[in-house]
């Protein structure tokens, strides 16, 4: 067995539920009486191995944007141990970090740089990144001035050009139209067939089955069960199926 690249050693994670925006903004000078939380993780432990493709399965709300975020450094646990060994793109917020004033060219740079890659490095994949953003002339304009969907372009080609050792994919990514869309999941499995660890968020049980091997099972913040895809898919299917008979 390879080393493992991702550790989650007893995991926990609340989060505070407030009313509105000015409840939470109270928060932030005095601590709440009696809130109601939310535990989006609960005692969750796993090990990921380099150049494993590992699906992350579970309906809504059982905790696997907040698992994902933990792995890209956007969270952080309120108890256990998180360990990451390698660089880390994530295929979910695409445009977090850019600067609206700035040129998508200076933005390639500037999420670099948010990344942890040196200059040369940048200069190195630079054009790589534009030609798979497939922007033109656009590249040298500021960012405000892009749609919503040259944004995702751009922060999707620069996440899936800069070698990364663990590619975290939600697949409810959504990337302009069929051909680019198509583009970027030939991309995804070109990066799995070069070795990269791959986590990948799904409702969609065949592309879970298509890309990995292994699949883990999160319900309420729990580890229900780990393991090879089938049959983790067969315990969620068992269990969603026994929900809804239960509501007939």
Not at 113 to 129: H, M, P, S, T, V
Not at 194 to 218: D, F, K, Q, W
Not at 224 to 234: A, M, Q, R, S, V
């Amino acid at each position: 067995m390879s080393e493992a690249i991702i550790t989650f050693k007893n995991v926990s994670k609340t989060y505070i539920l407030y009313k509105n925006d000015q409840a939470r903004f109270k928060a932030l000078f005095f601590k709440p009486r009696n809130p109601k939380t939310n535990k989006a993780l609960n005692d969750v432990s796993f090990e990921i191995y380099r150049g494993e493709s590992v699906g992350i399965v579970g309906d809504n709300g059982a905790g696997k944007s907040t698992l994902l975020k933990m792995i890209t450094g956007v969270a952080f646990p309120d108890e256990g141990e998180i360990i990451v060994n390698g660089k880390v793109a994530a295929l979910l917020e695409l445009t977090a970090g850019f600067s609206m004033e700035m040129t998508g060219r200076e933005n390639i740079y500037l999420k670099g740089y948010i990344l942890g890659l040196e200059d040369a490095y940048i200069k190195q994949i630079e054009e790589r990144i534009i030609d798979f953003a497939e922007l033109g002339d656009y590249i040298d304009q500021p960012v405000r001035t892009y749609s919503s969907g040259m944004k995702m372009r751009l922060g999707f080609a620069i996440n899936v050009n800069i070698e990364p050792d663990v590619l975290v994919v939600d697949e409810a990514l959504s990337v302009g139209d069929a051909s680019f869309k198509r583009k970027c999941k030939d991309k995804i499995k070109e990066i799995i067939s070069a070795g990269t660890t791959v986590l990948y968020v799904s409702h969609n049980a065949e592309s879970v089955r298509e890309i990995c091997p292994r699949s883990i099972y999160l319900r309420k913040g729990t580890v229900i069960f780990d393991g090879n895809t089938d049959e983790t898919l067969k315990v969620y299917q068992d269990y969603k199926a026994a929900q809804k008979n239960k509501k007939k």
